[in-house]
């Protein structure tokens, strides 16, 4: 389980940040978690659930945006949302496409509680 070690990388971010600004809590955590980003959802939420006992963000929640696989199609232009793994333009077929969005992890925000 990756997720674990994704989520540890994350707590040394968030302790950072949260000594930067001098804050004695984390309160919440909003992170997008691209379709293609090799983590899985729940997988992170149980791992953070875990992680957070005993630190900064003990009492803090975890929201997280699944952000769809989303292509261009290099051949005739068309952009769309894909649910699937099949790397080919929905409009004409052809798999000469681009990743537009869905490979994403990325922290989005989080809060702190300046005490």
């Known amino acids: 389980m990756h997720e674990l070690s994704l989520i540890s990388n994350l707590f040394e ?21 691209g379709l293609l980003s090799g983590a899985v959802a729940e997988l992170l939420k149980t791992a953070f659930d875990i992680y957070k006992k ?3 963000a003990e009492g803090a929640e975890l929201e997280i945006v699944e952000v769809p696989l989303t292509v261009l199609c290099l051949e005739c232009g068309a952009e769309t949302s ?34």
Request: proline share 2%.
């Open 13 to 33: 971010m968030l302790e950072e940040q949260a000594r930067d600004k001098k804050a004695g809590k984390i309160t919440y955590v909003k992170l997008q978690v």
């Open 82 to 115: 894909k649910d699937d793994y099949i790397l080919r333009c929905e409009s004409c077929g052809s798999p000469d496409i681009k990743t537009v969005a869905g490979t994403e992890l990325i922290l989005e925000e989080s809060g702190v509680l300046i005490e």
């Open 54 to 56: 005993g630190t900064l």
